[in-house]
């Protein structure tokens, strides 16, 4: 079964500083991964999709890293703002479909 | 092109009650899919659909039934609600290339 790992479950720094998120995951054979977005009481927002076939995707600030052999992918995201602030969730897709979650990292951006 | 749309937003159900979450999408994709969010479990898949007429069972299937007599809708019934049913539903659909988009959720509670 894919065990799907998000370090650090919570994360604090002030407006202007760069963010690390990391996702680990135990079986490397995986069709893609995805970055999510939750704010509080609301649905999943779609950051990146990273195929299995990439190293990494981007978009505006975001960045997006795939090291399949080692089971890890880390989203970036640069010159963080206040509205920044969510929870950053990390999904792993089979070929089936079928998403495993990571518990998720929740980001507090300080003004 | 509303996405995925979800009904209702909210439900309050006594034990023992029965009811149906609606799902349906504009996209025209065949996947679809249904997951619960717990705090502490992340989240999990009840069913998935590869297709009218086709529906299968995912990680946490008991107690919901599912059907998909066309593309656009795949609603969720929950047969005789439990305390433990209590969650927050969230429906999802997935391009061709694995992009999966979530709907708003819908928050269930019963007492």
């Known amino acids: 079964k894919q065990e799907v790992t998000q370090i650090p479950a919570a994360l604090s720094v002030p407006e202007g500083e760069n963010l690390v998120l990391n996702c680990s995951f135990t079986?490397?054979?995986?069709?893609?991964l995805q970055w999510f977005r939750q704010d509080p009481g609301k649905g999943l927002t779609s950051l990146l999709l990273i195929q299995s076939s990439q190293r990494e995707q981007t978009s505006g600030r975001l960045n997006a890293s795939l090291d399949k052999s080692s089971g890890r992918s880390t989203l970036y995201i640069a010159a963080s703002q206040p509205g920044d602030s969510a929870t950053y969730l990390c999904?792993?897709?089979?070929?089936?479909?079928?998403?495993?979650f990571g518990a998720g990292t929740t980001v507090t951006v300080r003004a | 092109n509303a996405g995925v749309t979800q009904t209702p937003k909210f439900q309050v159900l006594k034990t023992g009650q029965s009811m149906t979450l609606q799902c349906a999408q504009d996209?025209?994709?065949?996947?679809m899919s249904w997951y619960r969010q717990d705090p502490g479990m992340g989240l999990r898949l009840i069913h998935y659909?590869?297709?009218?007429?086709?529906?299968d069972q995912g990680e946490v299937p008991n107690g919901y039934n599912v059907s998909r007599s066309t593309t656009e809708d795949f609603p969720l019934r929950l047969l005789s609600a439990a305390p433990s049913q209590t969650s927050v539903y969230f429906c999802?659909?997935?391009?061709?290339?694995?992009?999966?988009?979530f709907g708003p959720g819908t928050r269930l509670t019963v007492t």
């Open positions: 996209m025209n994709h065949e996947y």
């Open positions: 999904a792993v897709n089979r070929d089936d479909y079928k998403l495993s």
């Open positions: 079986d490397s054979a995986i069709y893609n």
């Open positions: 999802a659909s997935s391009s061709r290339r694995g992009e999966q988009y």
């Open positions: 659909s590869v297709g009218a007429g086709i529906t």
